[in-house]
């Protein structure tokens, strides 16, 4: 591995990766809890000392943020934007669903006052509400779109904000296929070329303590990297049979983890995080993937989801990366992602995405035979990572992790065509793929078809291998 790390595309020298960090978020408060954690304000600010050049319109040192799309994920991420920044106000939101966006209103009213309070003129709804509201922003000023919705429309979104010069924060993932992908790599190289900043919500590589062992790993305390493993299993909540008086659209919108079209699947779209931390690990990307997965016998879920996913990528010098996934319950739980050297074993992270990095004596990953541990990280990942996005804004500094976060989806989605095609996927064959899920997503309306449409029992289509084709 080089001994020099990427740190959201600069260059960066063991003291770059121990910025002086507030406390007052620790690493096991996750963005889902927001809600019901007590809001306080930075204990340090991160711009102590900062000179603010005059980035912003009409003479207001305000970051204001555009919430396009309502979810959990989305009003947690304003939650980390709101702690990173005392200057950062949301002045706009935009959902498919009243309903939600009225949630999400009124939760974050209620957290952060006057900072959140968003005029009735400035909530939009409907499948071309981001236009609105990404047009409600203030171009080149430090303003951000936070794309926070579906996957699949994850590529328009991020055009759309691009071409108007606004700063973008993007929650994983990226694109549901190959196309996307693409599409979201010309965005970032425009986006890079017009010097508009992106986040993407693969944010463990701002965890300093995982720096901190790739900066070991590089000094070689554990040896060349042989292999690396990550597990991420745990139960999933199966989906049941389509309400009457919902129409199949909304149902599988609402549903986005349970249909491929709209999130690229429960793996793709969780297990993204994993597949990011085994490219970064490596230093590069996989030449090719291979998978196997399958359901339980006694499954009910009427969604498209696997059970369980093994999926091995192999990079150009043949070292091998795995991630091993079940989501049936009562079985054995692991979320985890560890490090075989040729001296010594390391663990990257731990569970829940905490920067839980060790090095063991030898070989024998277990408890009793830690060398070296890093201590208890004081930011979750996602607050780090938007300390580093506001600061990268207020210095207007370059901060564009784009192409990096949709060549991780790429992986996951050669990783998941492998295993429900049951074939080898090269990194060439996906990247050329013309493959799209719905060709349509762009064009949707609340009368839409459905992309997708369930069997007599109520069962959408799953893939098998050796029929199934997602490349």
Known sequence: MRSTLK?????????????????????????????SATGKAAAVSVLAGVTIPDVHAAGSDEIHLALIGSGGRGSGAVANAMEADDGVKL???????????ERSRKALEGKFKERAQVAQDNCFI????FKRAIDSLRPNSGDVAMLTGYAS???????YAVSKGINVFMEKSFAVDPPGVRRVIKAAEEAEAKGVKIAAGVMSRHSVNRIELLRRIAEGEIGSIESISAYRMGPSGPLGLRPEGKSDLEWQLRNF?????????????????????LCWIKGEY???????????????????????YSVEWTFADGTKAYDYVRYIPKCHDDFATYIQGSKRAAQFSGNIHAGTSKIFKDRRIANDNVLWAAPEEKLTPWQAQWNNFT?????????????RAAESNLAAIMGRAAT????????????ASEFRHNPDTDNLTYDSPAPFTADDNGQYPVPIPGQWVEI
């Open 7 to 35: 740190y959201y595309g600069m260059s960066v020298s063991k003291e770059d990766t121990q910025p002086s960090i507030p406390s007052n978020l620790n690493s096991t408060t996750t963005r889902r809890d927001f809600l």
């Open 91 to 101: 002045t706009v939101m935009a959902d498919l669903y009243e309903d939600r966006l």
């Open 126 to 129: 409907g499948f071309d509400s």
């Open 153 to 159: 429309f994850r590529p328009q979104q991020l055009e």
């Open 257 to 277: 983890t349970k249909f491929l079209w709209v999130s690229g699947g429960l793996w793709s779209e969780m297990d993204i995080h994993q597949i990011d931390e």
């Open 286 to 308: 996989p030449v090719s993937a291979h998978g196997i997965g399958g359901r339980a016998f006694n499954n009910t879920d009427k969604g498209q989801n696997l059970d369980s």
């Open 391 to 403: 600061k990268a804004i207020r210095e207007n500094t370059p901060f564009n992790e784009g192409k």
């Open 420 to 431: 429900h095609m049951g074939q080898v996927i090269t990194w060439e064959q996906a990247m």
